[in-house]
């Protein structure tokens, strides 16, 4: 169904008749959408439809770093709705995109080696909007995350899983404000704010089949990679041809 989240006729539409919403917005990925304006109709006509329970996707931390968000979920909280909101931490699918750090056999990004990131794999975001479709958490946030990593473990990690060496390398915080701003923005609140930590053991409780990061690429990410890996490996091989 094609849709306007700045369209409240579009949006009233799309949750006629349903009985449960899951709302994710891309917040800075899409800088011309009006956030805050699209998440809170989201939230009124679903509302309005008599809908039965509302899942909103946030970010970890919004309270404290995500404005937009946090207003949202202010907003849902107050709206008299069946709901429950996720902040999930930094998707291991991320790690996909070479946008990520992951490209020409190396892991590069700003982020100190000391620092430990949390990390949820997109299936398991699914089985906690799953449980709360089911009427297991409703009223609760939950922050999450399936491991905690630094950057050297991230990449000892995928090397072991794709059976090559893959070095981290830091990237200077300066280089990369040169290429996006915002970017730097987000790796220098990292480095000087560790993200709160999250009781992953708890969450594991609730949902038994949550991954680790080694899980993740075991089950789907590695195969997933070797694709990047061996789609950057040929156009090395066509440039250097």
Do not use: C
Request: proline share 7%; glycine share 8%; hydrophobic share 45%.
């Amino acid at each position: 169904m094609r849709g306007d989240l700045a369209d409240p006729d579009s949006i009233a539409a799309a949750v006629a008749g349903v009985s449960g919403v899951f709302s994710v917005h891309p917040g800075p990925l899409a800088p011309g959408q009006d956030e805050v304006r699209a998440g809170k109709l989201v939230v009124d006509a679903a509302r309005r439809a008599g809908v039965r329970h509302l899942v909103y996707s946030s970010a970890l931390a919004a309270d404290v770093f995500q404005p937009p968000k946090w207003e949202i979920e202010q907003h849902l909280a107050a709206s008299g709705l069946s709901y429950t909101i996720l902040r999930p931490s930094s998707f291991m699918e991320n790690y996909l995109n070479p946008l990520f750090g992951l490209h020409d056999g190396a892991l590069r990004t700003a982020l100190a080696p000391h620092v430990r990131q949390q990390l949820i794999a997109l299936d398991d975001i699914a089985a906690f909007a799953a449980a709360g479709f089911a009427g297991r958490l409703d009223g609760r946030t939950l922050p999450l995350a399936g491991d905690a990593l630094t950057p050297g473990e991230v990449a000892a990690a995928v090397g072991a899983a794709l059976g090559v060496t893959v070095p981290y390398e830091q990237l200077d915080i300066e280089e990369l404000r040169r290429v996006n701003p915002r970017f730097a923005r987000g790796y220098e609140i990292l480095n000087n704010n560790p993200e709160p930590t999250i009781d992953i053991p708890a969450l594991r409780a609730l949902h038994p089949g949550l991954m680790t990061f080694a899980q993740w690429l075991e089950r789907t990410g590695s195969a997933q990679l070797k694709d990047v890996f061996g789609a950057a490996k040929k156009i090395v091989s066509r440039r250097q041809n």
